[in-house]
Antibody, heavy 133, light 107 residues
Framework: QLQLQESGPGLVKPSETLSLTCTVSGGSISSSSGYSWGWIRQPPGKGLEWIGRIYESGTTNYNPSLKSRVTMSVGTSKKQTSLNLSSVTAADTAVYYC????????????????????????WGKGTTVTVSS | SSELTQDPAVSVALGQTVRITCQGDSLRDYFASWYQQKPRQAPVLVMYGKNNRPSGIPDRFSGSSSGNTASLTITGAQAEDEADYYCNSRDSSGNYVFGTGTKVTVL
């Protein structure tokens, strides 16, 4: 069964760069264009915030509110993805999750919403990152 | 940027039915997906598309959508359904957004 595991420093100093890695284990992953890697975070006591995602081709989408500080990459083995978030502040303290995104074709014509399903079907357990001096 | 709005909290008596709603403009073009998150655990996908349950999700969970509103219904709620629920949707830019979250309490 596919599993994702986030790893990286649990403590980062303000103004520095947060760097995390997500590694796949326990199964094979598809390299089709319908799949991508994503990152999500959750500040203490708050809701989920989508950070961005990257296709194995290298194409990315980033949350507009974080775009200027986010960089994602995919490892050469295609079994790892990395997140870099620069110039961190205390507001970046959160649990960070990686998740496998999927676009599933429905084969149905008609309105746009009927063409594809989009969802995050596998999540890592998350890693806590605290920004503090 | 797109936004998805959910009621902050709902409660349901054990065995009764509860509906959680999610509103946003992106839902006119894309179906929502729904995630259940229990304390100190990662979110779990419970619904996606028109009304699709991943393997292992009980059939008391169902989904629907109309216009700019998506709904997740739990029919015959169980104690183990007590959790936070988040909707999620893609937008026209290829970005994703989560709803504000709904805390479901089973009485």
């Amino acid at each position: 069964q596919l599993q994702l595991q986030e790893s990286g420093p649990g403590l980062v100093k303000p103004s520095e760069t947060l760097s995390l890695t997500c590694t796949v284990s326990g199964g094979s992953i598809s390299s089709s264009s319908g799949y991508s890697w994503g990152w999500i975070r959750q500040p203490p006591g708050k809701g989920l915030e989508w950070i961005g995602r990257i296709y194995e081709s290298g194409t990315t989408n980033y949350n507009p509110s974080l775009k200027s500080r986010v960089t994602m990459s995919v490892g050469t083995s295609k079994k790892q993805t990395s997140l870099n978030l620069s110039s961190v502040t205390a507001a970046d303290t959160a649990v960070y999750y990686c998740a496998r995104h999927r676009r599933e074709g429905t084969g149905v014509l008609g309105p746009l919403r009927h063409h594809y399903y989009y969802y995050l079907y596998v999540w890592g357990k998350g890693t806590t990152v605290t920004v503090s001096s | 940027s797109s936004e998805l709005t959910q009621d902050p909290a709902v409660s349901v008596a054990l065995g009764q039915t509860v509906r959680i709603t999610c509103q946003g403009d992106s839902l006119r073009d894309y179906f929502a997906s729904w995630y259940q998150q229990k304390p100190r655990q990662a979110p779990v996908l419970v619904m996606y598309g028109k009304n699709n349950r991943p393997s292992g999700i009980p059939d008391r969970f169902s989904g629907s959508s109309s216009g700019n509103t998506a709904s997740l219904t739990i029919t015959g709620a169980q104690a183990e359904d007590e959790a936070d629920y988040y909707c999620n949707s893609r937008d026209s830019s290829g970005n994703y957004v989560f709803g504000t979250g709904t805390k479901v309490t089973v009485l």
